[in-house]
């Protein structure tokens, strides 16, 4: 179920019904009462006509517009996992919702005075569960309302106060989903007067969540305070001020984890300005001043204070010539550690000829933090040139960069809090920094109140000087959740050193279809003072590779990419070879059909955690008859490289169908996944029938 939305002009009430509603709380223990009441819901909502008003009537009240929508829907979830350690599970949902809902718009006096947006109307919920540990049942119902008033929206200082209590659903996994309870109420207004091109924007909302599964809870408490102030200025140019005040408490996690309680309350100031110089406006200034004053408290208090500010100028001096300046400045103050970065650029670009044009390029960069700093300075070319041929159009990019280091450290590594990363599958996601020290690496969700274990829901995958946190099957991390990780990396020490990085491609496009492609890309490091505690990693790389999209017969194409390359590094050298090929053509009627598969193969000088992937998809979709459209998604993933093998299997068809204002929808996955020794195999099935009225 998603999220139904208020709006606050006459007439977009059908966006509203095209989105998923949501329900409130309001229990009936009598099932017969609860269909009954669904039978005169529907019924009276037929009979409801809205009265005729024209918007510069003056009544009491006035009835503008009322709809109705109705929906059936149908879930299914069934999740079964399996391991050689004896640790098996096995969960089935059965879920039925009936859903009627009645939206209004009327009005006190005049709709310019008092506009109302009110609607409501109950939510019917049978579930059925199974499982290895027993079975349940549960009947509920539930209540949808939504309350907005929109006081003086003709006006230049019109506000609104709402209120909703909704259910929307919560998604665990590929296929596990609950219910949970929202209450959201708030206050929104926006000043315009006394000032032409200046506005106030203020909200005030607070919402409330809740809901528990047997494999996750939701209990958060928002409250959230926004004012942004913006000012217009002459051609164009504008600057805008954005305040942000929110307090977050928050006991949600995974039950198969011990889960803490949370507040996270954070200030977020922003100012932000563009503006233009010059008769012909050739420059342009972008400038974003940031403040970030963060308390988390977990268990522990922890106070983030972070200042940052962003400047970039861009000056046209010709239709050809365009310099640049940009900046960047960050300072990051945490409890006992504080870290400053600051960035400086100079570039400059120049266009010979349609076909060729360069770019230069200065920077210094300073970064300090306590026990270390680092300053750098370089410079940076690329040409870049492309040329007709008899046998097609070449594209070529050569640039060359020259870097001075100079590195002074007297601790031996650097602590890393709370870097985000994303989760999908089993594939694992690489950390931003190297030479990581596995023991201190901790993984913690999003709202802080939980710890994940390694070996239970992630493991770490080291190759070389690059470390991996990659998700296990079965894991309390949910599949495409946000993670936060800390850790520690190492310093390399105290040394002053020259890098030098240059790099060739060469692109050929040839025959409208085909296009060949070349790269190399080589980097020394040259030390002048000191020593590294870490390996230096310098590299060749060459990479070469042929792509083709060619259209064979009419509705016919076929396509795909050979690809490969050679990274000889000095920490984890590899050669990695990958071939895609895919097939798309027309079939009978309006039915598409597309076909692909391909083999990645990596292959580490120093690691046991190669690449052996193998993969192919089936993939049919069309209209069957004119009211009647569907999809069929088939594929299969096999990685039997690394130290542990991984293997994916999944199976989607959606089916649509619709007839004036009546809607159906069938969904259905099927997936079965596994790392290692551990196998999940889950399935899900969902049916929506839909009334508008």
Request: charged share 25%; net charge negative.
């Amino acid at each position: 179920m998603g999220t139904a939305h208020c709006v606050t002009r006459q007439g977009d009430l059908r966006r509203i019904f095209d989105m998923r509603q949501e329900g409130a709380n309001s229990r009936c223990t009598s099932p017969g009462y609860r269909v009954w009441l669904l039978v005169a819901l529907l019924i009276s909502s037929l009979t409801v006509r809205a009265e005729s008003h024209d918007v510069q009537d003056i009544a009491a009240f006035g009835l503008l517009n009322v709809d109705t929508r109705f929906d059936a829907r149908y879930i299914f979830d069934e999740r079964e996992r399996a391991s050689e350690f004896g640790t098996d599970s096995f969960e089935s949902r059965t879920t039925w919702e009936e859903e009627f809902f009645v939206m209004t718009e009327s009005f006190v006096y005049h709709p310019g005075f008092l506009n109302m947006e009110l609607g409501g109307g109950p939510l019917l919920v049978q579930q059925q569960f199974d499982s290895g540990g027993g079975d349940a049942k549960a009947n509920e119902t539930l209540l949808n309302v939504i309350a907005r008033l929109n006081f003086l929206e003709l006006k230049s200082y019109p506000f609104s106060l709402y209120y909703e209590r909704s259910h929307p659903s919560i998604t665990t996994s590929l296929s596990g989903r609950f219910l949970t309870q929202s209450d959201r109420y708030g206050f929104t207004s926006r000043i315009a007067e006394p000032w032409k091109s200046a506005s106030i924007d203020i909200d005030l909302s607070r919402q409330q969540t809740e809901g528990s599964d047997l494999g996750s809870i939701v209990d958060n408490d928002v409250e959230n305070s926004v004012v942004t102030l913006m000012q217009g200025l002459s051609n164009g140019q504008w600057i805008e001020f954005k305040h942000q005040h929110s307090v977050q408490d928050s006991r949600s996690g995974s039950t198969g984890l011990p889960v803490r309680e949370s507040t996270i309350a954070f200030d977020h100031s922003t100012i932000r300005a563009h503006n233009l110089f010059g008769d012909k406006q050739q420059l342009r200034i972008d400038q974003t001043l940031r403040r970030f004053d963060q308390e988390v408290d977990s268990g522990t208090v922890r106070n983030t204070v972070t200042s940052e500010y962003f400047g970039r100028a861009f000056w046209d001096h010709s239709e050809r010539a365009r310099s640049r300046l940009v900046y960047r400045y960050s300072d990051n103050d945490r409890d006992d550690t504080q870290s400053t970065i600051q960035d400086v650029e100079l570039g400059a670009s120049y266009e010979i000829s349609e076909k060729l044009r360069y770019d230069l390029a200065m920077n210094l960069e300073a970064e300090e933090q306590r026990g270390f700093t680092r300053d750098q300075a370089g410079a940076k070319g690329v040409v870049y040139l492309t040329q007709d041929s008899p046998v097609g159009r070449f594209n070529i990019a050569a640039s060359v960069e020259q870097q001075r280091t100079d590195q002074v450290s007297d601790v031996s590594s650097i602590e890393v809090l709370d870097e985000a990363l994303v989760l999908n599958g089993t594939t694992p996601v690489d950390l931003a920094n190297d030479f990581v020290d596995a023991a201190s690496v901790v993984v913690k969700n999003a709202t802080l109140t939980q710890i994940f274990v390694e070996g239970l829901d992630y493991r770490l995958v080291i190759i070389g000087a690059t470390t991996s946190v990659q998700r296990l099957v079965g894991s309390n991390i949910a599949d495409g959740e946000t993670v936060l990780v800390d850790y520690r990396f190492q310093t390399s020490g105290t040394a002053k050193f020259d890098s030098l990085t240059a790099n060739v491609s060469v692109n050929l496009a040839f025959l409208k279809a085909f296009n060949a492609f070349a790269r190399l890309n080589t980097r020394e490091t040259d030390i002048r003072e000191g020593a590294f505690t870490t390996p230096i990693n310098d590299a060749d790389i060459f990479e070469v590779g042929l792509s083709a999209n060619y259209p064979v017969l009419r509705g016919l194409t076929i396509g795909g990419e050979l690809r490969h390359t050679d990274q000889r590094e000095d920490i984890s050298p590899f050669v990695r070879d990958s071939a895609d090929i895919f097939v798309t053509t027309s079939l009978r009627g309006r039915l598409r059909l597309r076909v692909s598969g391909g083999v990645l193969q990596v292959d580490y000088d120093r690691s046991d955690e190669d690449v052996d992937q193998s993969f192919v998809r089936l993939g049919i979709a069309g209209r069957v008859w004119r009211r009647l459209q569907f999809s069929v998604d088939s594929a299969y993933l096999k990685d039997s490289g690394g130290s542990l093998a991984r293997d994916q299997l999944q199976h989607r068809v959606t089916v649509q169908w619709a007839y004036r204002q009546v809607r159906f929808d069938v969904r259905a996955l099927v997936s079965d996944e596994s790392l290692g020794t551990t196998e999940r195999t889950s399935s899900q099935i969902s049916a929506q029938l839909t009334r508008v009225f």
